[in-house]
């Protein structure tokens, strides 16, 4: 069964969804802590927390948030957004979070990611992989590298990775459905990932659609709060 994972992305120490990663195109609903501990009382158990201000920063800025958070709920939260030194994955992981997500780190800094990788295990460790026309995005998706999708999370799951959230940025905020076909043909070139689809969930229709194609997991945000998914209704199906 497909495992429910809900977003919440802050900027200014507010609950924010943004389309396509345009910080221009920006939607606040609030308190992070109120929705998380509503996603908790619902009976979610995960939750995906991603520090935009910090993604924008290249540092993390919101970690009090994220205390918050993982000290008011028992959530299994992982953090991403800003991490890109020492202090602040230590941070992270001092602030509560059960692992952190970290993408532009791996495409700019090879050797520290894989130094991290070492030090917290692959199961504290998310490979962010946010795709863009092909290629992985970094720095708050500002930028786009050269380095292809696929090649790229081959070098790190020969490293150990096992875990990759893999955003689909064209999707991401605009409720026009998942990446579905982009999810399989990286499923086929690795079956044991643990892949977590994100970006463009609508409706429990895209989450099955997903699940069929043998996704383990999904982040998803926006059809949450515009009330397009019943929440009651996701989580009493995965009872």
Known sequence: MIELIPAIDIIDGQCVRLTKGDYAQKTVYGDPLEMALEFEHIGFRRLHVVDLDGAKSRHI???????????????????????????????????????????????????????????????????????????ISINGWKEDSHEELLPFLKRYIDMGVHHVLCTEISKDGTLSGPATTL?????????????????????AADINQLEQAGLPAVVFGKAIYEGRIDLQELVKGQA
Request: contains cysteine; positive net charge.
């Open 61 to 135: 800025v919101n970690s009090a948030v994220l205390r918050r958070i993982t000290s008011a709920t028992n959530l299994v939260v992982d953090f991403g957004g800003g991490i890109k030194t020492d202090a602040d994955i230590e941070t992270a992981f001092s602030c509560g979070a059960a692992m952190v997500t970290v993408g532009s780190i791996a495409v700019t800094q090879p050797e520290l990611f894989g130094r991290w990788l070492k030090k917290y295990g692959a199961g504290r460790m998310i490979l962010g992989a946010d795709v863009r026309n092909g290629r």
């Open 183 to 203: 999810y399989r043909e990286v499923l086929a070139a690795s079956p044991d990932l643990h892949l977590i689809a994100s970006g463009g969930v609508s409706s």
